[in-house]
């Protein structure tokens, strides 16, 4: 059975994956659970199969701590 999602995406679950039809992408603006006031621009992507990435796109040190911070 076919879902819409935000209207001109339509995906199904296989198993225990989701399957789109096409790519997903979207830019807007996003926040964190515990602060969702506070608001980062970013792009959403969400694949078939159900590969999920946020790609924030502005530098927001508030987003980082010290362990984030290593050369590799």
Do not use: A
């Given at each position: 059975m076919p879902y819409t999602l935000l209207r001109e995406s339509k995906f199904?679950?296989?198993g225990?994956?989701?399957r789109l039809e096409s790519e997903f992408k979207r830019t807007g603006f996003f926040s964190t659970p515990n602060n969702p006031?506070?608001?980062?621009?970013g792009?959403?992507?969400i694949s078939d199969g159900g590969d999920i990435e946020l790609e924030i796109t502005t530098i927001e040190?508030?987003?980082m701590t010290l362990d984030d911070y290593h050369i590799g």
């Open positions: 199904y679950v296989e225990n994956q989701m006031e506070k608001q980062f621009q792009t959403l992507t040190t508030d987003l």
